[in-house]
């Protein structure tokens, strides 16, 4: 789901954002743009813990399994964020089977149970978008 740059009317604006983001292929940006995003979420008086746990491990899931560097969008609508990481990779993230002796691939598991929504859609042969939504109000 790529994110629609339509806004409702029935809302309080200072409830509202949206930001598009360009960060550098770096490790050290998913806890830069993870600050971010949760003083943004504070500041309009929103819970910022669980979306931003779902933007560290999509940003790092780009960062670590897809190609060049990614671009964010945040939207914060209605009390509910939605969060779009993309790279240039057009491989779909892959979850592992379930095994309690793994000690690792368990980001998109804690997106699925943190999320209301998540998937992927290619972006043509440009890579893909791995996105989610989440209820945000306190």
Known sequence: MLL???????TD???????DLSPP????????????????????????????LILS????????????????????RCGRLWIAVADGSTAAPARPEPDVARTCGRGL???AALADDWGVELI????KA???V????R
């Open 25 to 52: 292929a770096s490790l050290e940006m998913v806890g830069v743009v993870r600050r971010l995003l949760r003083d943004l979420l504070v500041a309009a008086g929103a819970d910022p813990d669980g979306a931003c």
């Open 57 to 76: 491990e999509l940003l790092a899931n780009a960062l670590l399994h897809g190609a060049g560097a990614p671009s964010v969008a945040l939207e914060l």
């Open 13 to 19: 604006p200072h409830r509202e954002f949206r930001v």
């Open 134 to 137: 989440a209820a945000v109000d």
């Open 4 to 10: 629609p740059l339509l806004r409702p009317l029935d």
């Open 130 to 132: 791995v996105w989610a």
């Open 109 to 111: 598991d804690l997106v």
């Open 124 to 127: 043509g042969v440009c890579g």
